[in-house]
Each structure stands twice: as C-alpha cells, then as structure tokens.
C-alpha cells in the first residue's frame, strides 16, 4: 500500500504560478508511475502530467504543454506539479495517483492509489 498526499493549491491570479507536492509513505520502495489528475465542477478527471521509470519524458496533456512542469525527488518520495501561465481553466481539484509497476495511462481508473485531492483555482 501507498498513501499519497498533496499539497500546495490555493486561489491564484491569471498568469500567476504554483506548485503542488504529492509526498508518499508505505511501501515507497516498489516502482512505480506517479501522475497528476484534476477535475473540475462538472467534468471528467483527466490526466495534467506523469512520470515514471518506463518512460525517458514525462508525458503531458495537450492543455498544459510548456506551462506545467512534473519532476520527482526521490529520496524525498515526492512528486511536484509546477504550474506556470495559469488560466482560469486550470481551476479544479487536483489529485496526485499511483500506479503498481509504472505504465502510465490516460485513463484514471487504471491507477492504485490516490491522493484527497488539492484545490486550485485561478481568477480572472
């Protein structure tokens, strides 16, 4: 088992930049792919950034390419969502996930374990 907890969003301006932290404790010492999700009023959870040991990049959605920057420190067990030229369509919560054995997929139903969730939201 693996607990996942983030940390990080707040309320933000239009342009403005922040970063989430996802920190893992329990067996942290098995491979595996950490992403970031979020889900805003209404829609469906969708995957923002990955990470993992089977890829040589991290993978990003569309949306956030350029913007949005995943990186782990893995003596910390964490993983960090760095956020820049933020939109107010970047408002959501936002979940830190695991997956067993590393591959990483678009679909969020496909990952192990979860974190509470944090909120972002950007003003206009």
């Known amino acids: 088992q693996v607990q996942l907890v983030e940390s990080g969003g707040e309320l933000v301006q239009t342009g403005g930049s922040l970063t989430l932290s996802c920190v893992a404790s329990g067996r942290t010492q098995n491979r595996y792919g950490v992403a970031w999700f979020r889900q805003a009023p209404g829609k469906e959870r969708e995957l923002v950034a990955g990470?993992?040991?089977?890829?040589?990049?991290?993978l990003y959605a569309d949306s956030v390419k350029g913007r949005f920057t995943i990186s782990a420190d893995n003596a910390k067990n964490t993983v960090y969502l760095q956020m820049n030229s933020l939109k107010p369509e970047d408002t959501a919560v936002y979940y830190c996930?695991?997956?067993?054995?590393?591959?990483?997929?678009?679909?969020?139903?496909?990952?192990?374990?979860w974190g509470q969730g944090t909120q972002v939201t950007v003003s206009s």
């Open positions: 990470i993992s040991w089977t890829i040589s990049s991290p």
């Open positions: 996930a695991a997956r067993d054995g590393g591959t990483l997929y678009f679909n969020p139903g496909l990952f192990d374990y």
